[in-house]
């Protein structure tokens, strides 16, 4: 394509950033005070499909998730503590924010969602997971206020607006109903599923 580049990890930092709520999340996120604490999906996505649409960055964005991982402490209890931290921490702040154990995972999602979950390893292996691999994307701030990106399945298919399934998801049954409503909010996305 004629003048076409690839999106690239400050590209995708920056289009982040430009939504408030995100850099507000990932200034404060530190003082969470939980190991591997990342800030993904749909609020970092999001907003390269927001930006190519012309819209706001946070326009259409239905919450903001933290991953984070501590097996030290798999009871709901502990979970729970740091989700109480975190809505006092982001109070101020007009958004949703959901934030998940991904070292607890496979202990819920069998019995919520009728897939088997297998035990994760670290918060990075559950940003690999989901549904579509364009939306496996996360940010975390590092200690000199630079931030970490990670992103499995590379960049390419979220700058050009695919939407694949992710093999490595525990279960694709929605993956469909997931990629239409997202088209019905980005119109320019292809979905890509067999």
């Not at 960049?155 to 998801?169: H, M, S, T, W």
Request: glycine share 8%; hydrophobic share 40%; proline share 6%.
């Amino acid at each position: 394509m004629h003048g076409h580049r690839n999106l690239h990890r400050m590209d995708l930092v920056g289009t982040a950033l430009r939504n408030p709520i995100n850099r507000a999340i990932l200034q404060r996120l530190p003082l969470l005070g939980v190991p591997q604490a990342w800030l993904v999906a749909g609020c970092v996505y999001q907003a390269v499909w927001n930006e190519r649409a012309g819209r706001s960055p946070q326009s259409d964005i239905k919450d903001y998730d933290i991953f984070y991982f501590d097996d030290a402490g798999l009871s709901w209890e502990a979970e729970d503590a740091v989700i109480q931290r975190g809505r006092t921490l982001f109070a101020d702040l007009d958004a949703l924010v959901e934030i998940r154990n991904q070292a607890r995972v496979h202990l819920w999602y069998p019995q919520r969602f009728g897939a088997p979950y297998p035990a994760l390893t670290s918060a990075e292996d559950g940003i690999g997971r989901f549904l579509a691999r364009c939306t496996c994307v996360g940010l975390s701030p590092r200690g000199d206020g630079s931030l970490k990106l990670y992103a499995p399945y590379g960049l390419d298919e979220l700058e050009q607006g695919i939407v694949r399934p992710n093999v490595k998801a525990p279960s694709l049954l929605r993956f469909r109903e997931k990629a239409e409503s997202y088209r019905a909010r980005w119109p320019f996305l292809r979905i890509e599923d067999d």
